[in-house]
Nanobody, 125 residues
Framework: QVQLVESGGGLVQAGGSLRLSCAAS????????MGWFRQAPGKEREFVAT????????YYADVVKGRFTISRDNAKNTLFLQMNSLKPEDTAVYSC??????????????????WGRGTQVTVSS
């Protein structure tokens, strides 16, 4: 089992920045690829970014590429999402997830075994 707890969400004006954190506990954090997803009201869950176990491989959704950066600190069992140049359409609940150990990274929610409860990000215009 891996327990994941997100933090760092909040209300920010368009063009601003936020840094989300995801604290992991339980099994060895470095054994898991990780991902960030988001879900806006009335919409399906959407892939945001994924990172490999060592942090050497990252992928982003096109809509956030160049604005968001995923990173991890395996010594501190923490995943991060730095979000810059935020837009109102980035408003959503952001959740971190731990990938099944058979995968290095993935955009597919179904490939993830463990999920946090999420943190709300609201971007005002």
């Amino acid at each position: 089992q891996v327990q994941l707890v997100e933090s760092g969400g909040g209300l920010v004006q368009a063009g601003g920045s936020l840094r989300l954190s995801c604290a992991a506990s339980g099994r060895t954090f470095s054994a898991y690829g990780m991902g960030w997803f988001r879900q806006a009201p009335g919409k399906e869950r959407e892939f945001v970014a994924t990172i490999s176990r060592s942090g050497g491989i990252t992928y982003y959704a096109d809509v956030v590429k160049g604005r968001f950066t995923i990173s991890r600190d395996n010594a501190k069992n923490t995943l991060f999402l730095q979000m810059n140049s935020l837009k109102p359409e980035d408003t959503a609940v952001y959740s971190c997830a731990a990938l099944s150990i058979v995968f290095t990274s993935s955009r597919r929610p179904g490939d993830y075994d463990y999920w946090g409860r999420g943190t709300q990000v609201t971007v005002s215009s």
